[in-house]
T-cell receptor, first 114, second 113 residues
Framework: NAGVTQTPKFQVLKTGQSMTLQCAQDMNHNSMYWYRQDPGMGLRLIYY???????DKGEVPNGYNVSRLNKREFSLRLESAAPSQTSVYFC?????????????FGPGTRLLVL | GENVEQHPSTLSVQEGDSAVIKCTYS??????FPWYKQELGKRPQLIID?????GEKKDQRIAVTLNKTAKHFSLHITETQPEDSAVYFCAASRNTGGFKTIFGAGTRLFVKA
């Protein structure tokens, strides 16, 4: 049981290049999320998917697209990378509990856009 | 838009002392308030959570309180230990199918031995 996995771990892009960040979970969770983490700004929600086949915008969706490929996989695409997208990206999946939903995070992808 | 404010941004305490982190939220529809701990270079992990119909919850050395009227919630860590040193994030969440979660900016806690 690997939990939430992300690839790649590190990536360097040039401005204007595109790339897809991959995320997969093996916990049979319905909900999946993409966050970015910048110094002093905490975690900001980019997009989320409440269930297979649905996606919704979060706080900072501009410049990103997502695909919920199936229940396990949720990818994040940067069509034309910009230096402002330099960040650490975390994927998470959610499990409804007694109080609300516990989110389990992946190890993160560190992205540098030059 | 919705936001969560978290204070202080940095907190330094002596081992054995208590630490308190405070958050306020703006979205009155929020009904779930988790707290995450992130150690250096690692992923955030849930440490405690509280739902809006509960005012206080305790788990060993950590406790959370919620004042829904004032839209305030707090994390209390007692008898701090060096391994409590980390960044702590509060969050406010509401069920929109998935749980749309807004995080605070984080508090970096240093526990000095």
């Amino acid at each position: 049981n690997a939990g939430v996995t992300q690839t790649p771990k590190f990536q360097v892009l040039k401005t204007g290049q595109s790339m897809t960040l991959q995320c997969a979970q093996d916990m049979n969770h319905n909900s999946m999320y993409w966050y970015r983490q910048d110094p002093g700004m905490g975690l900001r929600l980019i997009y989320y998917s409440a269930s297979e086949g649905t996606t919704d915008k979060g706080e900072v969706p501009n410049g990103y697209n997502v695909s919920r490929l199936n229940k396990r996989e949720f990818s994040l695409r940067l069509e034309s990378a910009a230096p402002s997208q330099t960040s650490v990206y975390f994927c998470a999946s959610g499990f409804p509990g007694q109080n609300g939903e516990t989110q389990y995070f992946g190890p993160g992808t560190r992205l540098l856009v030059l | 838009g919705e936001n969560v404010e978290q204070h202080p941004s940095t907190l330094s305490v002596q081992e054995g002392d208590s630490a308190v982190i405070k958050c306020t939220y703006s979205d009155s529809a929020s009904n779930y308030f988790p707290w995450y701990k992130q150690e250096l270079g690692k992923r955030p992990q849930l440490i405690i959570d509280i739902r809006s119909n509960v005012g206080e919850k305790k788990d060993q050395r950590i406790a959370v309180t919620l004042n829904k009227t004032a839209k305030h919630f707090s994390l209390h860590i007692t008898e701090t230990q060096p391994e409590d040193s980390a960044v702590y994030f509060c969050a406010a969440s509401r069920n929109t199918g998935g749980f749309k979660t807004i995080f605070g900016a984080g508090t970096r806690l240093f526990v000095k031995a």
